[in-house]
């Protein structure tokens, strides 16, 4: 059986440009659809250094992707990924299965 994403992580740190830009995209989406917030969760690098090393984070922003046992199945690095048409799509896939 393959992993499902059920749950994006965000992680971002100050003054990263790119990061704003990612976080960015992320709340123009949440404002237009703020059912789909449940399903994303913010981490500023620098107050989680202990979830930093255990997922092995140099690059920002990255977004984790878990599946419904919160175990890392793909990640996301940079913010030519993070456009508003990813997250928009992301999340919208992640609502749809587990509305059903």
């Not at 175990?71 to 749809?96: D, E, F, N, P």
């Amino acid at each position: 059986m393959t992993s499902r994403p059920a749950h994006l992580v965000l992680y971002k740190k100050h003054d990263c440009q790119p990061c704003s830009i990612a976080y960015e995209n992320l709340e123009y989406v949440l404002n237009l659809s703020p059912e789909l917030e449940q399903y994303v969760t913010v981490i500023q690098k620098e107050d989680q250094p202990e979830l930093v090393q255990e997922n092995d984070l140099t690059l920002y922003p990255t977004v984790l992707i878990l599946d419904d046992d919160q175990k890392v199945i793909s990640r996301k690095v940079g913010v030519r990924y993070l456009t508003t048409h990813w997250w928009h799509s992301a999340l919208t896939s992640i609502h749809l299965r587990t509305a059903k």
